[in-house]
């Protein structure tokens, strides 16, 4: 069973950049399609962006332009460069998994696999 594991995640002001990273604890990453979610308390998860097994990617609207999810299979790592951080960016950040390597909607029900969650606060 695949792990994951979030890091990078922390405190940065409006117009900063940060780089999630999420490790996973399998030489297999390669066969998994992943993404990128976030969550502030009292909403729902939403998508922000994923990346199947031939790299192609997906990004939410709201990410466009400034976000870029990538993927190195050699050493078992999904990233997350976020650039031009809003406010409304802040969130509880999760990798996740599924063992489908292909292309999948952004949403949550098409993952089957978690990590703990990252978070991230952007001040104005």
């Known amino acids: 069973q695949v792990q994951l594991m979030e890091s990078g995640g922390g405190s940065v002001q409006a117009g900063g950049s940060l780089r999630l990273s999420c490790a996973v604890s399998?030489?297999?990453?390669?066969?998994?399609?992943m993404a990128w979610f976030r969550q502030v308390p009292g909403q729902e998860r939403e998508g922000v962006a994923n990346?199947?097994?031939?790299?192609?990617?997906n990004y939410a609207d709201f990410v466009k332009g400034r976000f870029a999810i990538s993927r190195d299979n050699a050493k078992n790592f999904l990233y997350l460069q976020m650039n031009s951080l809003k406010p409304e960016d802040s969130a509880m950040y999760y990798c996740?998994?599924?063992?489908?390597?292909?292309?999948?909607?952004?949403?949550?029900?098409?993952?089957?696999?978690w990590g703990q969650g990252t978070r991230v606060t952007v001040s104005s």
């Open positions: 399998t030489a297999t990453n390669s066969r998994y399609s």
């Open positions: 990346i199947d097994l031939n790299s192609n990617t």
């Open positions: 996740a998994a599924r063992t489908d390597g292909g292309r999948a909607p952004l949403n949550e029900f098409y993952y089957s696999v």
